[in-house]
């Protein structure tokens, strides 16, 4: 089964860690999983590989409308310097399901505008997403409402999207809120015999659930239609150019768009940054080097502390929950909740509070409430991660994460390197490398229809920046300097920081050079370090 890493090279999480991502947290729940009576889509005549889009009709303007039909987003809590600025509008463009199939079916992707009264340019606007993949763009834009500078909001019109499958985005749905809570809780150790078989099983039952569901249209759900969808949104919201900012996945997706339409890219800010020169399970086995070192910042930072000094050893509290959950179940004091932890709960709470510094606190708490048999902490944390609502509905982020993520990815991996791999990450990475192995069978059975990224090598007609995060823990800063030479007219901006992801996570360095960039143009001095 997959674990909240995922299946694919990347975590399934939404990468910017804004204060008002708590209030967003129900925002496309609130609104069903499909506004536009997608549902499910029914087979197309064709599922090969997406040709050039030049015979494509002309895309349909947007039409972008009120939003108080569509999302709930009363909950922004907007800054006094912006309220009687900022407004939203939300609008459908439909795109080929199948971009070698021009004529055939369309899907309906949904957008949002935020718009600022003050923004009086004709630059045009800026379109954003978050990561995953399987992340929703729409709450990215809201949750930036609130946060970017008013000199970029005044600038440009936020476009956020759901991609293709995503949210409210012709949303992919293969497993029920029940299976989920299941998956989530499973802590198979593929080293044994048993273990081995029982991750096979769950994985492959996910693939034929979503191939019964979806048909040939399933391998549509990739990366590279979803660039093509992205250049759709461009011409739908009326922008001769492409303003683009995405974060972690969102800069695979980025750098696809580049190198498929090189010469739109006025500006491209790729901020924790995907290799595009690794393998899957090399990616995987990167981000789980990445998240143990970011448990061992927790704990020197701990150590600091007289309150987080009375756990003990971090890394040993982790062990014994994680041991202890999976031989006795820890219950929650949380009333109403009839769940118990495992130790894949243990262990989800704890990644989920390594994405940013911000959340230590937390983790602290919840490792100090474990140590007194209440998973009311980590329950609150892993939940956060699977984006598990209070409700006990999910988004629907981990299908599409599973959908995209495979189908971007190369059949396999075979059994006998899944054995070998799990034995070298047991010992490797001793908190995550046994229950993160179970996830190496998520795309083993999953419909062989595929299209890998190729590597974004297309000249753009403008600097790209990429920014890389000395310790980030999910995209680690190899990858940031990979990508840079790879696209080549890119500058990369490295942050000495903690945490996933650079902008808007307290380095007023970082933001200014963004800022600027996204305004003018104007890059940073080449081999830039913004300080911590």
């Not at 303007?61 to 939003?67: E, G, I, L, T």
């Not at 990167?286 to 930072?301: K, M, P, R, S, V």
């Amino acid at each position: 089964m997959p674990s909240p890493i995922s299946s694919a090279r990347h975590p399934s999480t939404l990468v910017v860690r804004l204060g008002v991502v708590a209030a967003l947290a129900g925002l496309l729940a609130a609104c069903g999983t499909s506004v536009s009576g997608t549902g499910t889509v029914q087979p197309s005549a064709s599922a090969g590989a997406p040709s050039s889009s030049g015979s494509l009709p002309a895309q349909t303007p947007a039409q972008f409308v009120s939003c108080d039909n569509l999302l709930n987003l009363k909950g922004i809590p907007l800054p006094k310097d912006r309220k009687d600025k900022i407004t939203f509008s939300c609008a459908r463009v439909d795109v080929p399901l199948d971009y070698s199939n021009a004529s055939g079916k369309t899907i309906p992707l949904e957008l949002i505008k935020v718009h600022s009264s003050d923004n009086t340019s004709s630059v045009g606007s800026l379109l954003v997403n978050p990561g995953g993949p399987g992340a929703s763009g729409i709450e990215l834009a809201a949750g930036l409402s609130t946060e970017m500078s008013m000199k970029v909001l005044n600038k440009f019109d936020l476009i956020g999207f759901d991609p293709r499958g995503v949210g409210l985005s012709s949303p992919i749905s293969c497993i029920s809120n029940k299976q989920k809570d299941v998956l989530n809780g499973t802590n198979n150790d593929v080293r044994t015999a048993d273990g081995f078989a029982r991750a096979k099983a769950l994985a492959a039952d996910v693939a034929q659930r979503c191939s019964n569901l979806y048909g040939a249209d399933l391998a549509q759900y990739n990366t590279v239609n979803t660039a093509r969808d992205m250049d759709r949104i461009r011409q739908a919201v009326g922008d001769d150019q492409m303003n683009y900012l995405g974060f972690s996945y969102g800069t695979e997706l980025g750098a696809q768009y580049a190198h498929l339409f090189p010469k739109t890219i006025r500006v491209a800010v790729l901020d924790g940054a995907v290799n595009p020169l690794t393998d899957e399970i090399t990616s995987f086995a990167n981000q789980l080097g990445g998240f143990e070192g970011a448990f061992d910042q927790f704990a020197a930072d701990c150590a600091t502390r007289a309150s987080c000094r009375l756990l003990g050893d971090p890394r040993q509290v982790v062990n014994d929950l994680v041991k202890q959950a999976d031989s006795s179940p820890m219950k929650s004091s949380k009333q109403g909740e009839s769940r118990t932890a495992s130790g894949a709960i243990v262990l989800t709470g704890v990644l989920e509070a390594l994405y940013s510094k911000s959340e230590w606190r937390d983790l602290e708490s919840a490792l100090a409430l474990g140590q007194q048999g209440d998973a009311k902490g980590l329950f609150a944390l892993a939940d956060r991660y699977n984006q598990r609502y209070s409700d006990g509905t999910y988004s629907n982020i981990s299908d599409a994460n599973t959908t995209i993520g495979c189908n971007d990815s190369k059949p396999g991996p075979t059994d006998e390197t899944i054995r070998s791999t799990a034995a070298t990450w047991a010992a490797k990475y001793p908190m995550f490398g046994t229950w993160a192995a179970q996830s190496l069978f998520s795309c083993q059975s999953w419909q062989p229809v595929r299209t890998p990224p190729p590597l974004p090598t297309a000249p753009t007609a403008h600097k790209v920046l990429v920014i890389g995060n000395l310790h980030d823990p999910a995209t680690p800063y190899q990858g940031a300097k990979d990508l840079a030479k790879t696209m080549g007219n890119t500058e990369l901006l490295s942050w000495d920081g903690e945490g996933h992801t650079s902008y808007l996570q307290g380095s007023s360095c970082v933001d200014n050079y963004v800022n600027d960039y996204l305004i003018s143009g104007t890059l940073p001095p080449a081999n830039t370090t913004c300080p911590k």
